[in-house]
C-alpha cells in the first residue's frame, strides 16, 4: 500500500509562518514528484507548490512565490512547505499529493496528475 499524511496545519496571524509536511511510505519510490494543493469553500483546488524527486526542480503558483518554499528529505521521502508572510487568503484545507513514474510529460500544477493524496491538514490565517 501507498500512504500520504500531511501535517503541520493551524491557526495563525497575518504575517505569522507555519510549515507543513508531507510523508509519502508503503513502497520504494523513484522518479516521482511531489506537490502541494489547496482548496478554500466552495473554490476549486488550486497548485501551490511542486517538486521533482529526480532533479529537485521546483514550481510555484505566482500567488505565493517569494512566500512560500518547497523543499524535500530524500531519507524520509518527505516534502515541506515553508509558508512565511501568511495572509487571510492562504486559509485553505492543504492537500499534498503524490505522482509515480514521472518520465515523460509532466504536469505539475494539474491535481488531476497526482496518483496519491494525503487526507489534507487545515490552515486557517486571521487578520
Known amino acids: 500500500q501507498v500512504e500520504v499524511v500531511e501535517s503541520g496545519g493551524g491557526l495563525v496571524q497575518a504575517g505569522g509562518s507555519l510549515r507543513l509536511s508531507c510523508t509519502a511510505s508503503?513502497?520504494?519510490?523513484?522518479?516521482?514528484?511531489m506537490g502541494w494543493f489547496r482548496q478554500a469553500p466552495g473554490k476549486e483546488r488550486e497548485f501551490v507548490a511542486a517538486?521533482?524527486?529526480?532533479?529537485?526542480?521546483?514550481y510555484y503558483a505566482d500567488s505565493v512565490k517569494g512566500r512560500f518554499t518547497i523543499s524535500r528529505d530524500n531519507a524520509e521521502i518527505t516534502v515541506y512547505l515553508q509558508m512565511n508572510s501568511l495572509k487571510p487568503e492562504d486559509t485553505a484545507a492543504y492537500y499534498c499529493?503524490?505522482?509515480?513514474?514521472?518520465?515523460?510529460?509532466?504536469?505539475?500544477?494539474?491535481?488531476?496528475?497526482?496518483?496519491?493524496w494525503g487526507q489534507g491538514t487545515q490552515v486557517t490565517v486571521s487578520s
Open positions: 499529493g503524490l505522482r509515480l513514474r514521472t518520465g515523460g510529460s509532466a504536469y505539475y500544477t494539474h491535481d488531476w496528475w497526482y496518483t496519491y
Open positions: 517538486i521533482n524527486w529526480s532533479g529537485g526542480s521546483t
Open positions: 508503503g513502497r520504494t519510490f523513484s522518479n516521482y514528484a
